[in-house]
């Protein structure tokens, strides 16, 4: 059963970097037909994508272009995370944040399971 | 970018009849190569991350329920719930994975 543990700071001062960290259980960072993403959700309840990683022979990386320049999604294959980091927020970035796999296996596509997420506050 | 637009933004339903959510694309997300429909629903009750309910537009993840179905296709898409219980009381998203960035509707939050 692959589970997805989230953890970080739940309060980030204007300016300053959000970093956040997701460990994974069950399942290998760099495992085929696995893309890792995280997901922010809004106050309003809007879910917006950040951005992926996966591994195919190397690694890829995709992101939104509303964060594209301040975000950076890092795999850790030896302790099996991948972490979020954000930097010169604002309090537009105060959201719940998630980590999710997008699977893609067997026709068996979607994202499948998402952390408990963490909620994220960027005071001014 | 794929904007994908649900209605209505919110529904009220009684229990044992039928839920209706739609969901359309500003394109095509159908996989050629597949012939397949690239897109999800998924449930969110609160305090919950999301939950994979349907993918390839009609597919029922395992454990959901077959009283959930998915159908449409190319930009028009629909969930239904045949028989609502007091269980599915959330807010349906739908999202289309057939090119980056992934987006998602804006939320159907249904209600008894």
């Known amino acids: 059963q692959v589970q997805l543990q989230q953890s970080g700071p739940g309060l980030v001062k204007s300016s300053q970097t959000l970093s956040l960290t997701c460990v994974i259980s069950?399942?290998?960072?760099?495992?085929?037909?696995?893309?890792w993403n995280w997901i922010r959700q809004s106050p309003s309840g809007g879910l917006e994508w950040l951005g992926r990683?996966?591994?195919?022979?190397?690694?890829?990386?995709d992101y939104a272009v509303s964060v594209k320049g301040r975000i950076t999604i890092n795999p850790d294959t030896s302790r099996s995370q991948l972490s979020l980091h954000l930097n010169s927020v604002t309090p537009e970035d105060t959201a719940v944040y998630y980590c999710?796999?997008?699977?893609?296996?067997?026709?068996?596509?979607?994202?499948?399971?998402w952390g408990q997420g963490t909620t994220v506050t960027v005071s001014s | 970018d794929i904007v994908v637009t649900q209605s209505p933004d919110s529904l009220a339903v009684s229990l044992g009849e039928r839920a209706t959510i739609n969901c359309k694309s500003s394109?095509?997300?159908?996989?050629?190569?597949?012939?397949?429909?690239?897109l999800a629903w998924y449930q969110q009750k609160p305090g919950q991350p999301p939950r994979l309910l349907i993918y390839?537009?009609?597919t029922r993840e395992s454990g959901v329920p077959d009283r959930f179905s998915g159908s449409g296709s190319g930009t028009d898409f629909t969930l239904t719930i045949s028989s609502l219980q007091a269980e599915d009381v959330a807010v349906y998203y739908c999202?289309?994975?057939?090119?980056?960035?992934?987006?998602f509707g804006q939320g159907t939050k249904l209600e008894i």
């Open positions: 999710a796999r997008f699977i893609s296996r067997e026709d068996h596509y979607g994202m499948d399971v």
């Open positions: 069950g399942d290998t960072i760099s495992s085929d037909g696995a893309a």
């Open positions: 990683t996966y591994y195919w022979s190397k690694w890829f990386y």
């Open positions: 394109q095509s997300v159908l996989h050629r190569s597949k012939n397949k429909n690239c």
């Open positions: 390839w537009a009609f």
């Open positions: 999202q289309q994975y057939y090119d980056i960035p992934y987006t």
